[in-house]
Structures are given as C-alpha cells and as structure tokens.
T-cell receptor
C-alpha cells in the first residue's frame, strides 16, 4: 500500500525562524510531489509542487526532493504567525490518478 | 482563470436521509475531478475520481456514489446517510494526472 508519512507535530517555531517540514513516501514510482497548507476548518491550498530532484524556491518557500531517499521537505523562511496551519504532503506517480496524502504536520508560529 | 465551486458549505442531515453535493469547475475543459472526505482529525480519503463524462472510479466501498453528467460537473450522492458519513467533503480538479489538484471550499456534513 502506498503511503506518505509525516510527523504530526505540533511543530512550534518563533516568528522569523525557518520552519522545516518533512515527508517520506513508500512508492518509488511516485513522480510528482505537492505541499498543501490547510487552515483549521478550511480546504487545502496548494503551496508548492516539485517533480525533479533538488530544490525549488518560491518566495519564502523551498521544496526539496530526494528520490533516492524517498524524501520531500518544505522549508518556510522568515516564518509568520499567518503560516500557522496544517501542512499536507502528497505524492502521485505515473498513470495513477490518485494523490496519496500524508496526515499532515501542524505548524505553530509564535509571535 | 480556473475556479471550482462547491455547495452547500454546511449541511445537517438526519440518518437515513438522501444526499446530493454538487461541484462545478469553470475555466477549463475535460478536467480530472475528485471527491475526498476528511474525517475529524484524520487525513484526506479519496472517494471517487473521474477522467471524463460518465467515467467514475470508486476508491472505497461505501453507500456513496458519484456521477459526472457534464464535463465540468461532479455530483456526490447517497440514498441513505449513515452516522459514519459525517465529515468534510472536498471536491478537487486537475488538468491531467500528475498535475496539482485544486480544491473547492468544501462541504461540512453533519449527520444527526
């Protein structure tokens, strides 16, 4: 069974710090990886996606992918209280239409 | 730009009653469409997905069904709701497999 594992947290960081969120996946055939942010009571919002090994940066967010280690991470620089949310990691691959989601990591940024 | 609409936002239904949730997408053609459920404190569970009109794949055996009567319309239904059907129902779309999925605002369903 394909799985995506995340530390459930909560992860607590001070405002202005770097938050590091991690994710591992079991299916070596996974090709696409996504990070979603979900505020309490709201629907998931896409933050980043990454398809190739290495880093991908978008503003304060950097996604990192290491396919050999089956590891995906999300770095949030200069964390703000508004970044406090649950972050969902997801993976899909090949002709498989299914996104497999992790259960999410709760991030709290303290002012 | 593409937008996805889901309604209603909240719904309270008695056990045994029917259900119909609707989702529509604008600004794109032939999207892949998905229904998810998120139970309290749990992860996202894929219920159904569709790659075209009339094409529905079910992921989890249950008393729910889905239909896609038009290219950009996806409907989730039940003839008789169970207490266990409570949860946050999310519709999503993507342009193709492996592309990002984008979610609607969701429907919070409570069964009494």
């Amino acid at each position: 069974q394909k799985e995506v594992e995340q530390n459930s947290g909560p992860l607590s960081v001070p405002e202005g710090a770097i938050a590091s969120l991690n994710c591992t996946y079991s299916d070596r055939g996974s090709q696409s990886f996504f990070w979603y942010r979900q505020y309490s009571g709201k629907s998931p919002e896409l933050i980043m996606f990454i398809y190739s090994n290495g880093d991908k940066e978008d503003g304060r967010f950097t996604a990192q992918l290491n396919k050999a280690s089956q590891y995906v991470s999300l770095l949030i620089r200069d964390s703000q209280p508004s970044d406090s949310a649950t972050y969902l990691c997801a993976a899909t691959g090949g002709s498989n239409y299914k996104l497999t989601f992790g259960k999410g990591t709760l991030l709290t940024v303290n002012p | 730009s593409q937008t996805i609409h889901q309604w209603p936002a909240t719904l309270v239904q008695p056990v045994g009653s029917p259900l119909s949730l609707e989702c529509t997408v604008e600004g794109t053609s032939n999207p892949n469409l998905y229904w998810y459920r998120q139970a309290a404190g749990r992860g996202l569970q894929l219920l159904f997905y569709s790659v075209g009109i009339g094409q529905i794949s079910s992921e989890v055996p249950q008393n729910l069904s889905a239909s896609r009567p038009q290219d950009r319309q996806f409907i989730l239904s039940s003839k008789k709701l169970l207490l266990s059907d409570s949860g946050f129902y999310l519709c999503a779309w993507s342009s193709t497999a492996n592309q990002p999925q984008h979610f609607g605002d969701g429907t919070r369903l409570s069964i009494l």
